[in-house]
Protein backbone atom coordinates (compact mmCIF):
# COMPACT_ATOMS: atom_id res chain seq x y z
CA UNK A 1 0.00 0.00 0.00
CA UNK A 2 1.80 3.35 -0.76
CA UNK A 3 1.87 5.65 2.07
CA UNK A 4 1.96 9.42 2.42
CA UNK A 5 4.23 11.44 4.46
CA UNK A 6 2.37 14.83 5.55
CA UNK A 7 4.97 17.12 6.77
CA UNK A 8 4.52 19.62 9.32
CA UNK A 9 6.15 22.28 11.04
CA UNK A 10 5.98 21.30 14.96
CA UNK A 11 5.61 18.23 16.56
CA UNK A 12 2.77 19.92 18.72
CA UNK A 13 0.78 19.74 15.33
CA UNK A 14 1.33 16.42 14.53
CA UNK A 15 0.77 14.92 17.92
CA UNK A 16 -2.67 16.94 17.97
CA UNK A 17 -3.58 15.81 14.74
CA UNK A 18 -2.81 12.29 15.62
CA UNK A 19 -5.20 12.27 18.54
CA UNK A 20 -8.29 14.08 16.23
CA UNK A 21 -7.26 10.90 13.69
CA UNK A 22 -7.38 8.52 16.33
CA UNK A 23 -10.98 9.55 17.55
CA UNK A 24 -12.07 9.43 13.97
CA UNK A 25 -10.64 5.83 13.85
CA UNK A 26 -7.36 6.80 11.54
CA UNK A 27 -4.27 5.00 12.94
CA UNK A 28 -1.52 7.39 11.81
CA UNK A 29 2.42 6.94 12.69
CA UNK A 30 4.39 10.23 13.80
CA UNK A 31 7.92 10.47 12.60
CA UNK A 32 10.31 12.81 12.01
CA UNK A 33 10.47 14.42 8.58
CA UNK A 34 13.30 12.92 6.72
CA UNK A 35 16.17 15.51 7.18
CA UNK A 36 15.57 15.92 2.63
CA UNK A 37 12.33 17.19 3.36
CA UNK A 38 12.88 19.05 6.15
CA UNK A 39 12.92 22.77 4.27
CA UNK A 40 12.58 24.86 7.61
CA UNK A 41 14.89 22.94 9.42
CA UNK A 42 13.82 20.32 12.73
CA UNK A 43 10.14 19.16 11.80
CA UNK A 44 7.83 16.27 12.23
CA UNK A 45 5.66 14.13 10.04
CA UNK A 46 2.85 11.85 10.13
CA UNK A 47 2.77 9.02 8.44
CA UNK A 48 -1.04 7.34 6.64
CA UNK A 49 -2.62 5.80 3.91
CA UNK A 50 -3.26 7.78 0.64
CA UNK A 51 -6.99 6.92 1.47
CA UNK A 52 -6.69 9.24 4.81
CA UNK A 53 -5.15 12.10 3.04
CA UNK A 54 -7.90 14.01 2.88
CA UNK A 55 -9.15 13.43 5.89
CA UNK A 56 -5.65 14.66 7.42
CA UNK A 57 -6.36 17.80 5.20
CA UNK A 58 -9.52 18.70 6.51
CA UNK A 59 -8.77 17.90 10.50
CA UNK A 60 -5.56 20.71 9.55
CA UNK A 61 -8.53 23.07 8.38
CA UNK A 62 -10.28 22.43 10.95
CA UNK A 63 -7.33 23.25 13.64
CA UNK A 64 -5.99 25.77 11.57
CA UNK A 65 -2.93 24.45 10.88
CA UNK A 66 -0.69 24.53 7.81
CA UNK A 67 0.89 21.82 6.41
CA UNK A 68 4.26 21.62 4.76
CA UNK A 69 3.35 19.13 2.56
CA UNK A 70 2.19 15.92 1.02
CA UNK A 71 5.12 13.30 -0.27
CA UNK A 72 5.09 10.18 -1.96
CA UNK A 73 7.04 7.71 0.23
CA UNK A 74 7.98 5.19 -2.80
CA UNK A 75 8.87 8.66 -4.55
CA UNK A 76 12.36 7.45 -6.15
CA UNK A 77 13.37 11.27 -6.19
CA UNK A 78 12.59 11.20 -2.53
CA UNK A 79 14.57 7.86 -1.99
CA UNK A 80 16.91 9.18 -4.19
CA UNK A 81 17.25 13.02 -1.66
CA UNK A 82 17.18 10.76 0.91
CA UNK A 83 20.39 8.83 0.75
CA UNK A 84 22.14 11.90 0.58
CA UNK A 85 22.57 11.99 3.71
CA UNK A 86 24.89 9.15 6.21
CA UNK A 87 23.93 7.02 8.60
CA UNK A 88 26.61 9.58 10.84
CA UNK A 89 24.90 12.83 9.73
CA UNK A 90 21.59 11.50 10.17
CA UNK A 91 23.04 10.74 14.11
CA UNK A 92 24.06 14.25 14.14
CA UNK B 1 -1.62 19.01 59.92
CA UNK B 2 -4.92 20.98 59.00
CA UNK B 3 -3.63 22.62 55.74
CA UNK B 4 -5.65 25.75 54.89
CA UNK B 5 -3.22 27.34 52.55
CA UNK B 6 -4.40 26.27 48.84
CA UNK B 7 -4.57 29.53 47.84
CA UNK B 8 -0.76 29.22 47.67
CA UNK B 9 -0.53 25.90 46.39
CA UNK B 10 -2.92 23.31 47.07
CA UNK B 11 -2.53 20.18 49.07
CA UNK B 12 -2.98 16.91 48.77
CA UNK B 13 -2.65 15.82 45.22
CA UNK B 14 -5.00 13.84 44.22
CA UNK B 15 -3.72 10.07 43.71
CA UNK B 16 -2.31 9.30 40.87
CA UNK B 17 0.13 12.71 40.36
CA UNK B 18 2.75 11.49 41.96
CA UNK B 19 2.87 8.31 40.17
CA UNK B 20 2.91 10.16 37.00
CA UNK B 21 5.51 12.23 37.91
CA UNK B 22 7.87 9.12 38.96
CA UNK B 23 6.29 7.53 35.49
CA UNK B 24 7.65 10.27 33.78
CA UNK B 25 11.24 10.20 35.52
CA UNK B 26 11.57 6.69 34.86
CA UNK B 27 9.23 5.44 32.09
CA UNK B 28 8.95 7.09 28.95
CA UNK B 29 11.30 8.99 28.85
CA UNK B 30 12.85 12.27 25.92
CA UNK B 31 12.35 15.47 24.77
CA UNK B 32 9.34 15.86 22.58
CA UNK B 33 10.13 17.90 19.56
CA UNK B 34 13.95 17.24 19.77
CA UNK B 35 14.27 13.88 18.64
CA UNK B 36 11.82 10.76 17.42
CA UNK B 37 12.75 8.06 18.91
CA UNK B 38 9.42 5.85 20.30
CA UNK B 39 10.24 7.45 23.85
CA UNK B 40 9.80 10.45 23.23
CA UNK B 41 7.00 10.12 20.93
CA UNK B 42 5.27 9.03 24.05
CA UNK B 43 6.09 11.73 26.11
CA UNK B 44 4.90 14.31 22.95
CA UNK B 45 1.21 11.99 23.48
CA UNK B 46 0.99 13.00 26.84
CA UNK B 47 1.90 16.78 26.86
CA UNK B 48 -0.77 16.91 23.75
CA UNK B 49 -3.37 15.03 26.06
CA UNK B 50 -2.71 17.64 28.96
CA UNK B 51 -2.77 20.61 26.43
CA UNK B 52 -6.21 19.14 24.83
CA UNK B 53 -7.46 18.73 28.28
CA UNK B 54 -6.61 22.21 29.58
CA UNK B 55 -8.63 23.62 26.20
CA UNK B 56 -11.61 21.78 27.13
CA UNK B 57 -11.73 22.65 31.17
CA UNK B 58 -11.67 26.13 29.90
CA UNK B 59 -13.85 26.03 26.59
CA UNK B 60 -10.64 26.56 24.26
CA UNK B 61 -11.30 25.50 20.89
CA UNK B 62 -7.56 25.31 19.60
CA UNK B 63 -5.43 23.30 21.97
CA UNK B 64 -2.21 24.47 20.44
CA UNK B 65 -3.19 28.30 21.46
CA UNK B 66 -2.25 26.96 24.96
CA UNK B 67 1.13 27.78 26.11
CA UNK B 68 2.39 26.10 29.18
CA UNK B 69 4.90 28.09 31.84
CA UNK B 70 6.17 27.79 34.94
CA UNK B 71 3.71 29.58 36.94
CA UNK B 72 1.37 32.28 36.49
CA UNK B 73 3.51 35.01 37.02
CA UNK B 74 5.47 33.58 34.05
CA UNK B 75 2.05 33.23 31.96
CA UNK B 76 0.92 36.86 33.19
CA UNK B 77 4.18 38.46 32.38
CA UNK B 78 4.50 37.19 28.80
CA UNK B 79 1.24 38.86 28.19
CA UNK B 80 1.52 42.00 29.50
CA UNK B 81 4.90 42.08 28.38
CA UNK B 82 4.28 40.29 24.99
CA UNK B 83 1.51 42.63 24.27
CA UNK B 84 2.44 46.72 25.37
CA UNK B 85 4.58 49.10 24.13
CA UNK B 86 5.72 52.81 25.33
CA UNK B 87 2.29 55.21 24.26
CA UNK B 88 0.15 52.23 24.79
CA UNK B 89 -2.54 52.55 27.17
CA UNK B 90 -3.62 49.95 30.26
CA UNK B 91 -6.57 49.18 32.70
CA UNK B 92 -5.78 46.95 35.74
CA UNK B 93 -8.12 46.60 39.08
CA UNK B 94 -7.53 47.84 42.43
CA UNK B 95 -7.47 44.28 43.56
CA UNK B 96 -4.30 43.24 41.21
CA UNK B 97 -1.64 40.67 42.73
CA UNK B 98 1.65 41.78 42.49
CA UNK B 99 1.97 39.14 39.86
CA UNK B 100 0.51 42.05 37.25
CA UNK B 101 0.71 45.22 39.39
CA UNK B 102 4.46 45.28 39.29
CA UNK B 103 5.01 44.70 35.56
CA UNK B 104 2.50 47.54 34.64
CA UNK B 105 4.43 49.62 36.69
CA UNK B 106 7.78 48.53 35.22
CA UNK B 107 5.99 49.49 32.12
CA UNK B 108 4.76 52.31 33.01
CA UNK B 109 8.05 54.04 33.98
CA UNK B 110 8.70 53.33 30.04
CA UNK B 111 6.23 55.39 29.05
CA UNK B 112 2.97 53.04 29.45
CA UNK B 113 0.02 54.56 30.55
CA UNK B 114 -1.91 52.86 33.37
CA UNK B 115 -5.54 53.41 34.88
CA UNK B 116 -6.54 51.64 37.94
CA UNK B 117 -10.03 50.77 38.10
CA UNK B 118 -10.84 51.10 41.59
CA UNK B 119 -13.44 48.16 43.53
CA UNK B 120 -15.32 48.65 46.37
CA UNK B 121 -14.56 47.82 49.71
CA UNK B 122 -15.42 44.47 49.60
CA UNK B 123 -12.82 44.18 46.82
CA UNK B 124 -15.44 44.01 43.92
CA UNK B 125 -15.10 46.17 40.63
CA UNK B 126 -17.86 47.29 38.45
CA UNK B 127 -17.76 46.60 34.94
CA UNK B 128 -18.88 50.50 33.81
CA UNK B 129 -15.83 51.88 36.09
CA UNK B 130 -13.38 49.97 32.86
CA UNK B 131 -15.99 51.40 30.37
CA UNK B 132 -15.53 54.77 31.65
CA UNK B 133 -11.06 54.23 31.45
CA UNK B 134 -11.17 52.89 27.77
CA UNK B 135 -8.98 55.10 25.70
CA UNK B 136 -8.13 55.51 22.12
CA UNK B 137 -4.85 54.03 22.96
CA UNK B 138 -6.09 51.19 25.43
CA UNK B 139 -4.47 48.22 24.32
CA UNK B 140 -4.90 45.82 27.16
CA UNK B 141 -7.53 45.04 30.13
CA UNK B 142 -6.10 43.17 32.63
CA UNK B 143 -8.39 41.67 35.25
CA UNK B 144 -7.51 39.48 38.41
CA UNK B 145 -10.47 36.98 38.25
CA UNK B 146 -10.53 36.45 42.05
CA UNK B 147 -8.73 37.58 44.63
CA UNK B 148 -5.78 35.66 46.72
CA UNK B 149 -6.38 38.27 49.55
CA UNK B 150 -10.36 38.20 50.02
CA UNK B 151 -11.46 35.87 47.62
CA UNK B 152 -13.37 38.61 46.27
CA UNK B 153 -14.67 37.69 42.34
CA UNK B 154 -14.58 40.36 39.67
CA UNK B 155 -17.09 40.32 36.90
CA UNK B 156 -15.32 39.07 34.18
CA UNK B 157 -18.07 38.34 31.86
CA UNK B 158 -19.47 41.88 31.60
CA UNK B 159 -15.72 43.61 31.77
CA UNK B 160 -15.14 41.18 28.61
CA UNK B 161 -17.67 42.08 26.73
CA UNK B 162 -17.21 45.88 27.14
CA UNK B 163 -13.49 45.24 26.12
CA UNK B 164 -14.57 43.00 23.35
CA UNK B 165 -16.83 45.63 22.18
CA UNK B 166 -13.90 48.39 21.79
CA UNK B 167 -11.74 45.71 20.15
CA UNK B 168 -9.18 45.69 23.60
CA UNK B 169 -7.86 42.34 24.49
CA UNK B 170 -8.79 40.81 28.02
CA UNK B 171 -6.25 39.32 29.69
CA UNK B 172 -7.57 37.42 33.05
CA UNK B 173 -5.48 36.38 35.91
CA UNK B 174 -7.03 32.78 36.84
CA UNK B 175 -4.28 32.46 39.91
CA UNK B 176 -7.50 31.61 42.47
CA UNK B 177 -10.11 30.41 40.21
CA UNK B 178 -8.76 27.83 37.14
CA UNK B 179 -9.88 24.64 38.26
CA UNK B 180 -12.28 26.12 41.51
CA UNK B 181 -14.41 28.14 39.28
CA UNK B 182 -16.14 27.65 36.18
CA UNK B 183 -13.79 29.67 33.32
CA UNK B 184 -15.59 29.64 29.55
CA UNK B 185 -13.33 31.79 27.33
CA UNK B 186 -15.51 32.48 24.99
CA UNK B 187 -18.47 32.44 27.09
CA UNK B 188 -16.31 35.43 29.18
CA UNK B 189 -14.86 37.04 26.46
CA UNK B 190 -11.54 36.22 27.60
CA UNK B 191 -8.69 36.75 25.36
CA UNK B 192 -5.47 35.93 27.46
CA UNK B 193 -5.90 33.48 29.90
CA UNK B 194 -2.84 33.20 32.39
CA UNK B 195 -3.61 30.28 34.75
CA UNK B 196 -1.28 27.87 37.36
CA UNK B 197 -0.89 24.17 37.62
CA UNK B 198 -0.35 23.94 41.08
CA UNK B 199 -3.51 25.62 42.73
CA UNK B 200 -7.11 24.85 41.71
CA UNK B 201 -5.91 22.56 39.19
CA UNK B 202 -4.15 20.55 41.39
CA UNK B 203 -1.40 19.52 39.70
CA UNK B 204 2.74 20.38 41.21
CA UNK B 205 4.48 23.46 41.55
CA UNK B 206 6.65 24.57 38.23
CA UNK B 207 3.42 24.13 35.93
CA UNK B 208 1.08 26.76 34.25
CA UNK B 209 0.22 28.16 31.14
CA UNK B 210 -1.26 31.14 29.18
CA UNK B 211 -3.88 30.62 26.43
CA UNK B 212 -4.05 33.31 23.59
CA UNK B 213 -7.04 33.46 21.57
CA UNK B 214 -6.48 33.34 17.86
CA UNK B 215 -5.94 36.80 16.21
CA UNK B 216 -4.44 38.07 19.52
CA UNK B 217 -0.21 38.51 18.89
CA UNK B 218 2.59 38.44 21.87
CA UNK B 219 6.07 39.29 21.41
CA UNK B 220 8.27 36.35 22.64
CA UNK B 221 10.10 37.21 25.82
CA UNK B 222 12.23 34.09 25.05
CA UNK B 223 13.90 32.98 21.91
CA UNK B 224 15.40 29.79 21.44
CA UNK B 225 15.07 25.85 20.69
CA UNK B 226 11.19 24.97 19.89
CA UNK B 227 11.93 21.55 17.99
CA UNK B 228 10.68 23.32 14.61
CA UNK B 229 12.05 25.47 11.84
CA UNK B 230 15.50 25.36 13.09
CA UNK B 231 16.96 26.56 10.40
CA UNK B 232 15.16 29.89 10.73
CA UNK B 233 17.39 32.44 13.00
CA UNK B 234 13.86 33.82 13.51
CA UNK B 235 11.11 32.28 16.34
CA UNK B 236 8.51 30.03 14.88
CA UNK B 237 4.85 32.30 14.50
CA UNK B 238 3.17 29.19 14.93
CA UNK B 239 1.27 28.65 18.38
CA UNK B 240 2.28 27.13 20.92
CA UNK B 241 5.82 27.25 19.86
CA UNK B 242 6.06 30.90 19.39
CA UNK B 243 5.80 30.49 23.31
CA UNK B 244 7.51 27.96 24.19
CA UNK B 245 11.23 27.99 23.74
CA UNK B 246 13.61 25.39 25.84
CA UNK B 247 12.37 22.17 26.98
CA UNK B 248 9.41 21.56 28.92
CA UNK B 249 8.80 20.79 32.35
CA UNK B 250 7.69 17.40 31.78
CA UNK B 251 7.34 15.49 34.94
CA UNK B 252 5.02 18.62 35.74
CA UNK B 253 3.00 18.13 33.16
CA UNK B 254 2.70 14.93 33.06
CA UNK B 255 1.49 15.40 36.92
CA UNK B 256 -0.75 18.26 35.46
CA UNK B 257 -2.53 15.60 33.15
CA UNK B 258 -2.96 13.30 36.11
CA UNK B 259 -4.62 15.75 38.10
CA UNK B 260 -6.68 16.80 35.18
CA UNK B 261 -8.01 13.58 34.93
CA UNK B 262 -8.86 13.73 38.39
CA UNK B 263 -10.70 17.31 38.39
CA UNK B 264 -12.94 15.87 34.91
CA UNK B 265 -14.26 12.79 36.92
CA UNK B 266 -14.80 15.06 39.79
CA UNK B 267 -16.17 18.10 38.23
CA UNK B 268 -15.49 21.70 38.29
CA UNK B 269 -18.62 22.56 39.46
CA UNK B 270 -18.60 19.86 42.45
CA UNK B 271 -15.19 21.25 43.65
CA UNK B 272 -16.48 24.82 43.64
CA UNK B 273 -19.66 23.56 45.45
CA UNK B 274 -17.23 21.90 48.14
CA UNK B 275 -15.32 24.88 48.34
CA UNK B 276 -18.25 27.41 48.99
CA UNK B 277 -19.86 24.94 51.65
CA UNK B 278 -16.81 25.60 53.68
CA UNK B 279 -15.62 29.17 53.10
CA UNK B 280 -19.62 29.85 54.14
CA UNK B 281 -18.98 27.60 57.12
CA UNK B 282 -15.68 29.35 58.31
CA UNK B 283 -17.08 33.07 57.17
CA UNK B 284 -20.63 32.22 59.55
CA UNK B 285 -18.24 30.47 62.27
CA UNK B 286 -15.86 33.50 62.26
CA UNK B 287 -18.68 36.32 62.03
CA UNK B 288 -19.55 35.11 65.69
CA UNK B 289 -16.02 36.21 67.26
CA UNK B 290 -16.45 39.95 68.47
CA UNK B 291 -12.58 40.39 68.20
CA UNK B 292 -12.65 39.23 64.45
CA UNK B 293 -13.03 41.33 61.64
CA UNK B 294 -13.68 39.63 57.94
CA UNK B 295 -12.69 41.62 54.98
CA UNK B 296 -14.71 41.05 51.79
CA UNK B 297 -18.04 40.14 50.83
CA UNK B 298 -20.63 39.43 53.05
CA UNK B 299 -21.89 35.99 54.48
CA UNK B 300 -23.93 34.25 51.90
CA UNK B 301 -22.12 36.23 49.12
CA UNK B 302 -20.22 34.76 46.02
CA UNK B 303 -16.36 34.54 46.96
CA UNK B 304 -13.57 32.35 45.87
CA UNK B 305 -12.41 29.64 48.78
CA UNK B 306 -10.16 32.21 50.49
CA UNK B 307 -10.56 34.02 53.82
CA UNK B 308 -8.88 36.77 55.11
CA UNK B 309 -9.35 37.96 58.50
CA UNK B 310 -7.93 40.00 61.70
CA UNK B 311 -8.00 39.50 65.85
CA UNK B 312 -8.27 43.03 67.32
CA UNK B 313 -5.00 43.62 69.05
CA UNK B 314 -3.25 41.25 67.17
CA UNK B 315 -0.36 40.94 64.95
CA UNK B 316 -1.32 38.49 62.00
CA UNK B 317 1.61 36.31 62.18
CA UNK B 318 1.18 35.99 65.70
CA UNK B 319 -2.12 34.50 65.13
CA UNK B 320 -0.48 32.52 62.34
CA UNK B 321 2.02 31.24 64.84
CA UNK B 322 -1.04 30.44 66.99
CA UNK B 323 -2.59 28.25 64.91
CA UNK B 324 0.10 26.52 63.61
CA UNK B 325 1.52 25.47 67.47
CA UNK B 326 -2.13 24.75 68.96
CA UNK B 327 -3.19 22.60 66.13
CA UNK B 328 -0.96 22.24 63.50
CA UNK B 329 -2.76 24.58 61.20
CA UNK B 330 -1.14 26.14 57.93
CA UNK B 331 -2.49 29.37 56.56
CA UNK B 332 -0.69 32.52 55.47
CA UNK B 333 0.10 35.70 57.08
CA UNK B 334 0.91 38.50 55.64
CA UNK B 335 0.18 40.95 52.77
CA UNK B 336 -0.11 38.10 50.09
CA UNK B 337 2.03 39.64 47.35
CA UNK B 338 -0.90 42.27 46.86
CA UNK B 339 -0.09 45.62 48.53
CA UNK B 340 -2.79 47.29 46.29
CA UNK B 341 -5.15 45.09 46.98
CA UNK B 342 -4.42 45.94 50.89
CA UNK B 343 -4.74 49.79 49.85
CA UNK B 344 -7.78 48.57 48.83
CA UNK B 345 -9.36 46.98 51.58
CA UNK B 346 -7.46 49.40 53.98
CA UNK B 347 -5.20 46.46 55.51
CA UNK B 348 -2.12 48.12 54.57
CA UNK B 349 -0.82 48.52 57.42
CA UNK B 350 -1.63 45.45 59.30
CA UNK B 351 -1.82 42.46 56.53
CA UNK B 352 -3.92 39.62 57.28
CA UNK B 353 -4.35 36.38 58.20
CA UNK B 354 -5.61 33.83 55.23
CA UNK B 355 -7.60 31.04 55.44
CA UNK B 356 -8.27 29.11 52.35
CA UNK B 357 -9.64 25.89 52.27
CA UNK B 358 -9.56 23.40 49.24
CA UNK B 359 -11.47 20.20 48.02
CA UNK B 360 -10.02 18.09 50.24
CA UNK B 361 -10.74 19.59 53.43
CA UNK B 362 -12.88 18.19 55.95
CA UNK B 363 -15.70 20.10 57.57
CA UNK B 364 -14.10 19.41 61.24
CA UNK B 365 -11.00 20.89 60.06
CA UNK B 366 -12.68 24.08 59.54
CA UNK B 367 -14.58 23.67 62.98
CA UNK B 368 -11.15 23.02 64.58
CA UNK B 369 -9.64 26.20 62.90
CA UNK B 370 -12.77 28.30 64.12
CA UNK B 371 -12.62 27.03 67.84
CA UNK B 372 -8.65 27.92 67.95
CA UNK B 373 -9.27 31.11 66.23
CA UNK B 374 -12.15 31.94 68.94
CA UNK B 375 -9.80 30.75 71.90
CA UNK B 376 -6.24 32.95 70.74
CA UNK B 377 -9.44 36.07 70.61
CA UNK B 378 -10.44 35.52 73.53
CA UNK B 379 -6.66 35.50 74.79
CA UNK B 380 -6.97 31.61 76.19
Known sequence: MASRLVVFSSLNQVALLKRDLYRSGVYVEMLRTPLSLSFTGCSFAVRCQLADVALILQSCEKRLIKPGGVFDETDETLKTQRRVFSEDELER | ?380
Open chain 2, 1 to 380: MIYLDNAATSWPKPPGVVRAMRQALTGSVGNPGRTSHRSAMDVADNVDECRENLAQLFGIANPLRVCFTLNTTDALNLAIQGMLSPGDHVICTSMEHNSVWRPLVALQERGVELSIAEADTCGVVNAESVRRLLRYNTRLVAIIHASNVNGAIQPVAEIGRIARASGVPMLVDAAQSAGSLPIDVEAMCIDLLAFPGHKGLLGPQGTGGLYVREGVELRPLKQGGTGSESKSPRQPSIYPDRLESGTLNIPGIAGLNAALRYLFKIGVARIAEREEELTQRLLAGLEKIDEVTIYGAALGSPRASVVSFNIRGLDPGFIADKLEIRAEIACRPGWHCAGLAHQTLGTQKTGTVRLSPGPFTKMSEIKIALQVIEEIARGK
